[in-house]
């Protein structure tokens, strides 16, 4: 089991940055890849951005391509979240979740054993 806690979520702009980080404990963090995921009021979690064990391959959702980078410190235990020119519907709880299975299952929130507890990204407009 990986202990996750992110941080770094708050109020921002429109067209402003945040960088979520991810704190991992436990397992060695190399072990697993690690996926973001959202969530707002009345939606379901969505895959955002996920970033393989060695960090040499990330994917992102058509919606955060281009504006979003997720990158990982293995030697640290922890990943990042850079997100740029964040708009209003970029508001939501943000997850980040350990897997260990196939990176390809990586949009799919069952293929993650471990969550973090999701700090509140709010964009205003």
């Known amino acids: 089991q990986v202990q996750l806690v992110e941080s770094g979520g708050g109020l921002v702009q429109a067209g402003g940055s945040l960088r979520l980080s991810c704190a991992a404990s436990?397992?060695?963090?190399?072990?697993?890849?690690v996926g973001w995921f959202r969530q707002a009021p009345g939606k379901e979690r969505e895959f955002v951005a996920a970033i393989s064990w060695s960090g040499g391959t990330a994917r992102y959702s058509d919606s955060v391509e281009g504006r979003f980078t997720i990158s990982r410190d293995n030697a640290k235990n922890a990943v990042y979240l850079q997100m740029n020119s964040l708009t209003p519907e970029d508001s939501a709880i943000y997850y980040c979740?350990?897997?260990?299975?196939?990176?390809?299952?990586?949009?799919?929130?069952?293929?993650?054993?471990?969550w973090g507890q999701g700090p509140q990204v709010t964009v205003s407009s």
């Open positions: 436990g397992r060695p963090f190399s072990n697993y890849f």
């Open positions: 979740a350990a897997g260990n299975g196939f990176f390809s299952s990586r949009e799919n929130p069952g293929a993650y054993a471990d």
